[in-house]
């Protein structure tokens, strides 16, 4: 079969629920095998009902895209083979951690809930020890597939850098009803749009907190991990006027898919569309990628950024360097008429599909690379709503 016929036999098999057998055929295209039927094999699990979405961000992990393989990052769910049930073996059973890996002391990890229209999701949220009442910045963080809020606070340790800094942490949860494999939806049309499905969720969370403590509006944030990663480029797209910068991490552009198919093609190949451009000034953008990422291309990394540039003009600026013992990295920094940075690109050479500089107490981590939470959290707070508006 041909690339274009197969895409169309996967776009039927999806529309009459046959998931499995769809994303079977597509990984078996992107793997370059011949096909010798119009359909894949099964997997032996039953395909899942005709109303539930397939989680497509976390694809198994090669072992090779670890530089330390005892150091490597938690092996992801193969969507094909563990779709019905997830099935999750071996290291996705590992035991939550403990508290001390997510909250520093003196510090408060407290539960909330939201609903609207859309539906409810629960979250937790970081109340650092230098809280007194006074506004402070407020980071939303957006795990990955499997993922919990717990586990993703242990493995970015956010918690411990926002308590340096004197700012809140918010971790909401998707929910396994709304996808199995508790991955954001970032591929679905109707979650792509503002005031709608769980942009509007996500936005809602944001704002609760903004009204139930004491946050700096000019200085609110998103950023995520892979799916969650493409879940806050669509929050960048959709809430310019509530986030003042978004950091990405091994995820995708917002619009770069429209389904299951073109989700697994972008994630694969780096392909699909430029994206859709939020309207008005650029939201700043930090961008966090390894180039052996087996599981979300590393040329997903550079559409990001080419997609919040959009028009803009600005001058770029390389920087190379290399974690002590560790990964090398390629830092490109886009600064403004002005000279501020508004946009910085790391790719990280040797890392896989793992947060850069993580803690081993979370999932999907890889220590050997600088470390992302410090130079996010750092790139964030140099940006202020009131910075775009001037």
């Keep these: 079969m041909l690339n274009q016929d197969i895409i169309r036999e996967a776009t039927r098999l999806t529309r009459s629920g046959q998931l499995v057998e769809a994303t079977a055929l597509l990984q078996r295209m992107l793997r370059g095998e011949k096909e010798r039927g119009a359909t894949a094999p099964t997997t032996g699990h039953p395909a899942p009902a005709a109303g539930m979405e397939l989680p497509t961000i976390e694809a198994k992990a090669n072992a090779t895209e670890m530089r330390r393989p005892r150091r490597a990052a938690q092996p992801a769910v193969d969507v094909a083979q563990n779709l019905h049930g997830l099935g999750l073996g071996g290291a996705l059973r590992r035991a939550p951690p403990s508290m001390a890996d997510i909250v520093p002391d003196g510090a408060r990890f407290v539960e909330g809930v939201y609903a609207n229209a859309a539906g409810s999701r629960a979250y ?8 007194h009442g006074q ?43 709304a996808n199995q494999a508790k991955c954001w939806n970032w591929f679905r049309p109707a979650d792509q749009q503002r005031g709608r499905g769980e942009p509007s969720l996500i936005a809602g969370i944001t704002r609760q907190i903004m009204r139930d403590h004491s946050v700096d509006p000019e200085r609110v944030y998103v950023a995520g991990l892979s799916a969650g990663a ?79 540039l959009g028009g803009s003009r600005t001058k770029a600026k390389v920087h190379l360097g290399r974690v002590p013992g560790g990964h090398s990295y390629t830092r490109t920094v886009h600064t403004d008429a002005g000279g501020r940075g508004i946009f910085e690109h790391w790719e990280i050479h040797g890392a896989g599909h793992a947060w850069s500089g993580g803690s081993p107490a ?13 130079e996010m959290l750092r790139f964030f707070l140099e940006h202020s709503l009131q910075q775009r508006r001037n």
């Design 230 to 308: 493409a879940a806050a480029a669509v929050m960048g797209s959709t809430y310019g006027d509530l986030y003042a910068a978004i950091g990405i991490h091994s995820g995708l552009a917002c619009g770069a898919a429209s389904d299951l198919p073109s989700a697994l093609m972008a994630m694969k190949q780096g392909g699909g569309p430029e994206g859709m451009p939020s309207d008005g000034p650029p939201v700043p953008t930090i961008v966090f990628h390894g180039d052996r990422d087996t599981t979300v291309h590393s040329k997903n990394g550079a559409r990001i950024v080419r997609q919040s």
């Design 362 to 374: 979370g999932s999907y981590t890889d220590p050997d690379g600088p470390d992302a939470t410090r």
């Design 124 to 131: 937790r949220l970081f109340i650092p020890g230098g809280y």
């Design 135 to 177: 506004a402070i910045p407020l980071v939303i963080m957006l795990h990955g597939c499997t993922q919990s809020p717990e586990d993703f606070a242990a493995g970015t340790r956010m918690n411990f850098i926002a308590e340096e800094q004197t700012c809140f942490v918010a971790y909401p949860a998707q929910r396994a009803e």
